[in-house]
C-alpha cells in the first residue's frame, strides 16, 4: 500500500519524502510519527498510517478522545529509503532524528506520540531523547537490535524465516520491493549504524511512557528481549499481538492501532499499563 500525496522535504542537508494526514489539532494534542526500518518505506506503515488517521474506536477515556479522532499522522520516507535521493555518506541514528524533528518542526508539530519500527525504533527512541518537548510517549514494535542477537548474519537469517512462515505473500512483496529499490549499497551502509546502536541503554533515558510491542511469532524481535527492554525504560509497557510476524502493523493493523490508543488512553492519564497482550 501507498500513501498518496507524498512531498519531497530537506533539512539539515538531507532530502526525504512527508506523507501527511489531517491537519494538527487547534488544542495541541498530539500527532502521530511513524518511522519504518532499515531498507523499507512508509508503505508497510500505511495500513497503521490510514487506520490511526480515522481515528474509528471510540475513546477509552475523556482525556483519550483526541487521539481516537481524526488525528493529524505524518509518515516519512527517509533519506536514502523509498526512492529518495541517497545521502553520499553513512547517516547515523542521531542525524535521522535530527533530520525528522526539523521537519516536523517546519510543519508546527508541536507534540506527537512517535511510532517505530524495527530500525525505526531507534530513530524514535533518538527523538525522544533530543525533543523531549516534543514526544509526549513513544511506541517500539519489534524493536531491534537484541544484545544477545548483535550479529548481521544471524538478523538475516531470522529475516528468511519471517518471511517464509510469519508474514503472508502480499506484505513480503512490499517489503522486498522496497529493499530492491533502497538497493544493496546503501543497505549494507546503513547496516552498521543499526547493528551498533545500544537500544538497551539509550531507552533509559526516555523519561515519557514507552511502549514495546511485537508480533507473537516475530523471530526477529524475541519476547525476552523486548519484555526486558520495556522494563529498561522508566515508565515502560509490554504489549504482544498473538500469532503474527514482524511486520506486525501491516499484517494485524486493527489490533495494534487499538493496542497503541488503549496504552495511549492510559498514559495519558498516568501510567504506562498496556493490558499485557491483544488478541
Known amino acids: 500500500m501507498r500513501l498518496a500525496g507524498g512531498?519531497?522535504?530537506?533539512?539539515?542537508g538531507l532530502t526525504g519524502r512527508l506523507y501527511t494526514s489531517n491537519a494538527p489539532s487547534a488544542a495541541g494534542?498530539?500527532?502521530?510519527?511513524?518511522?519504518?526500518?532499515?531498507?523499507?518505506?512508509?508503505?508497510?506503515?500505511?495500513?497503521?498510517?490510514?487506520?490511526?488517521?480515522?481515528?474509528?474506536?471510540?475513546p477509552q477515556s475523556p482525556q483519550a478522545e483526541s487521539l481516537d479522532r481524526g488525528a493529524a499522522v505524518y509518515s516519512f520516507d527517509l533519506p536514502g529509503f523509498g526512492g529518495t535521493p541517497r545521502p553520499g555518506r553513512q547517516v547515523t541514528v542521531g542525524e535521522y532524528a535530527a533530520f525528522v524533528a526539523a521537519v516536523l518542526a517546519e510543519r508546527g508539530v508541536e507534540s506527537c506520540i512517535v511510532i517505530g519500527h524495527s530500525m525505526g525504533v531507534q530513530f524514535a527512541v533518538e527523538l525522544a531523547l533530543q525533543v523531549p518537548g516534543l514526544v509526549t510517549r513513544t511506541v517500539l514494535m519489534g524493536p531491534v537490535v537484541d544484545p544477545a542477537r548483535r550479529s548481521a548474519a544471524w538478523h538475516a537469517l531470522?529475516?528468511?524465516?519471517?518471511?517464509?512462515?510469519s508474514e503472508p505473500p502480499l506484505t513480503n512483496v512490499v517489503v522486498f520491493t522496497d529493499y530492491f529499490r533502497t538497493g544493496m549499497r546503501w543497505y549494507l551502509t546503513e547496516?552498521?549504524?543499526m547493528m551498533e546502536y545500544p537500544l538497551d541503554y539509550r531507552v533509559r533515558g526516555v523519561a515519557q511512557p514507552v511502549l514495546v510491542l511485537r508480533g507473537g511469532r516475530d523471530p526477529i524481535a524475541r519476547r525476552p528481549w523486548c519484555e526486558y527492554l520495556?522494563?529498561?525504560?522508566?515508565?515502560?509497557?509490554?504489549?504482544?499481538?498473538?500469532?503474527?510476524?514482524?511486520?506486525?502493523?501491516?499484517?494485524a493493523t486493527e489490533e495494534?492501532?487499538?493496542?497503541?490508543?488503549?496504552?495511549?488512553g492510559t498514559a495519558a492519564e498516568g501510567s504506562a499499563a498496556a493490558g499485557g497482550s491483544t488478541a
Do not use: C, K, M
Not at 512531498?7 to 539539515?12: E, K, L, M, P, Y
Not at 518505506?41 to 497503521?48: D, G, K
Not at 531470522?158 to 512462515?165: P, V, Y
Not at 520495556?230 to 499484517?251: C, L, P, W, Y
Open 191 to 193: 547496516l552498521p549504524v
Open 7 to 12: 512531498v519531497a522535504v530537506t533539512a539539515n
Open 230 to 251: 520495556a522494563a529498561q525504560a522508566t515508565d515502560g509497557a509490554f504489549a504482544e499481538v498473538s500469532g503474527r510476524g514482524h511486520v506486525v502493523q501491516d499484517t
Open 256 to 264: 495494534v492501532a487499538q493496542a497503541i490508543r488503549r496504552w495511549a
Open 158 to 165: 531470522a529475516l528468511t524465516r519471517d518471511s517464509l512462515f
Open 29 to 58: 494534542e498530539p500527532a502521530y510519527v511513524l518511522l519504518h526500518g532499515i531498507g523499507v518505506s512508509h508503505r508497510y506503515l500505511a495500513r497503521l498510517h490510514v487506520e490511526l488517521a480515522q481515528g474509528t474506536e471510540a
